[in-house]
């Protein structure tokens, strides 16, 4: 089975651009998270969906959005982008049946902005 | 979320076995706890979790105090492919509902030849 995967794997944004990710989960997971992580530190949540619903939102600004689809991909939008957006953005997906909660990771999306 | 504290460092021969503690004093009895590792930028990768028992599988074993303030990962025989950031995470439990993982600042192991 195909892992998480993500696109794409690289991208040069200029400040002020808008920019969407996108990520496409593990098949039957329903549960679909981003993080994302700045050069040197451990990655850091940014939202989680489920079965579409927001079920959870990290301390981002409104910048930051996100949606799930009804196959359970989903995108992470950002506008309006800082410098300090540059980093690894990554997508997690979870089977969430009782006994099995846990995450895996897709490879990120690597976002420079200039 | 309980918060973790783990070695920022840890060196390991080749061959030899890899044992990365984790402190979680404040962990809650429904709280399990999970860990990560990070390959040089490449998305995190999930290795084992436990509640209080501990916990074997193919990649390592997860040893939990009886006390459950604290665990160490065991990596019974060390690659160099094993070079990584390990996380340790204390996330809730339960049926559904909103789980995220908090993430430290890890542990680098570092595996020589």
């Known amino acids: 089975d195909a892992g998480v995967t993500q696109s794409p794997t690289h991208l040069i944004k200029t400040r002020g651009q808008h920019v969407t990710l996108r990520c496409s989960p593990i098949s039957g997971h329903k549960s679909v998270s981003w993080y994302q992580q700045v050069l040197g530190q451990g990655p850091q949540f940014i939202f989680q969906?489920?079965?579409?619903?927001?079920?959870g939102r990290g301390n981002f600004p409104d910048r930051f959005s996100a949606r799930q689809f009804p196959n359970y991909s989903s995108e992470l939008n950002v506008n309006a982008l800082l410098l300090g957006d540059s980093a690894l953005y990554l997508c997690?997906?979870?089977?969430?049946?009782?006994?099995?909660?846990?995450?895996?990771f897709g490879p990120g999306t690597r976002l420079t902005v200039t | 979320d309980a918060k973790t504290t783990q070695p920022p460092s840890m060196d390991c021969a080749e061959g030899r076995a890899a044992n990365l503690p984790c402190n979680h004093s404040?962990?809650?009895?429904?709280?399990?706890v999970y860990w990560y590792r990070q390959i040089h930028s490449q998305g995190p990768q999930y290795i084992i979790h436990g509640l209080k028992n501990n916990e074997t599988n193919e990649m390592a074993s997860l040893i939990i105090t009886e006390d459950r303030k604290s665990s160490t990962l065991i990596l019974p025989h060390a690659t160099l492919r094993d070079t990584a950031v390990y996380y340790c995470i204390v996330r809730g439990g339960g049926i559904g509902g909103f789980q995220k993982l908090v993430f430290g600042t890890g542990t680098r192991l570092l595996v020589s030849p």
């Open positions: 997690a997906s979870s089977l969430e049946l009782a006994g099995s909660y846990e995450q895996y």
């Open positions: 404040t962990i809650s009895g429904n709280e399990y």
């Open positions: 969906y489920y079965e579409k619903e927001e079920r």
